[in-house]
């Protein structure tokens, strides 16, 4: 590619990328507004000033964690006083992928604004909270507060199409969204680099329904959605078993990245609300490590 075509392609990306920005922030609050009056990401106990919780009290627990006002209140019992975590968690995101990762057939949209929607809404679940977050990747630093949320949008929408070998901070939770439809390899290896550095990985796996489902039939050309690739069967219906078994491999290789204690392999289709998917997020990172 010359010059002046990588500057083409830079800057039709760059002005896809500005008109996609209001509907990726509207999308994303919305499914973050569903998940807010849930659990809250941060909820874990720690030392601080903010009360979280009452429990009974157990073998080893401090006597000076006794609330005696509230266990006098009840018969035989004494209730220990929790209190919130209070210290900020970096979360950093990644959301890429090959041309394939564009693709929409049955669902409700592409497969990568849908990547994109999860990958924001579960920031800025994280910004309300208090946290800090990052891209994987990115030289930006992390980012805390609300006002952070459509810088993240900006930098999300124009992250790299490859995960690549970053070294994250210690500590990070990490979110990997994609289609993954390259080397599985490539996210195992991810996930180590955060497990060494005493992070907590988790992936989400974004198809379309589509690709599940396999529906095709008879004489079919297929071609990636910006044409760079092209394959065409007679009778598509007849590769439809070798296609489920080589998916299925793929993805069993995918989810056996997550080893640890918390972490997951994910998988998602587009015809699926997101709410759901962003609440089991939201809980694997609060019960993530401290």
């Not at 009360?51 to 018969?75: C, E, T």
């Not at 090959?98 to 949209?109: C, L, V």
């Not at 800090?132 to 999300?156: F, H, T, Y």
């Not at 995960?163 to 993954?180: E, M, Q």
Request: aromatic content about 8%; some cysteine.
């Amino acid at each position: 590619m010359t010059d002046a075509a990588a500057r083409t392609s830079l800057e039709r990306r760059a002005q896809e990328a500005a008109a996609r920005l209001p509907d990726l922030l509207a999308a994303a609050d919305q499914a973050a507004q569903v998940v807010l009056a849930g659990r809250h990401p941060r909820q874990k106990e720690g030392r601080s000033d903010t009360f979280w919780q009452f429990r009974d009290y157990a073998h080893g627990d401090p006597v000076s964690s006794i609330d005696w006002r509230q266990s006098a209140r009840l018969d035989r019992r004494l209730l220990v006083r929790q209190t919130e975590w209070e210290q900020p968690q970096t979360i950093l995101l990644w959301c890429g992928g090959g041309d394939d990762f564009d693709y929409q057939g049955e669902g409700a949209e592409a497969k990568r604004f849908r990547g994109q929607t999860v990958a924001l809404a579960l920031g800025i679940l994280a910004l309300r909270s208090g946290e800090r977050v990052g891209l994987w990747g990115s030289p930006e630093p992390s980012r805390a507060g609300n006002q952070a949320a459509s810088m993240i949008a900006d930098q999300l929408l124009r992250q790299d199409a490859e995960l690549g070998g970053h070294l994250p901070p210690n500590g990070a939770l990490c979110l990997f969204v994609s289609d993954f439809h390259d080397d599985p390899q490539k996210l195992h290896d991810a996930f180590q680099r955060v497990r060494d550095a005493r992070g907590h990985p988790v992936a989400v796996v974004v198809e379309d329904p589509a690709e599940e489902r396999f529906p095709f039939q008879g004489s079919r050309r297929f071609e990636s959605p910006r044409g760079t690739a092209r394959k065409f069967f007679g009778e598509a219906g007849a590769i439809r078993d070798a296609y489920v078994g080589l998916r299925t491999e793929h993805h069993d290789a995918l989810r056996s990245a997550a080893r640890g204690a918390g972490e997951a392999v994910l998988f998602h289709t587009t015809d699926q609300p997101v709410a759901p998917l962003l609440l089991q997020l939201s809980t694997l990172f609060s019960e993530g490590p401290r």
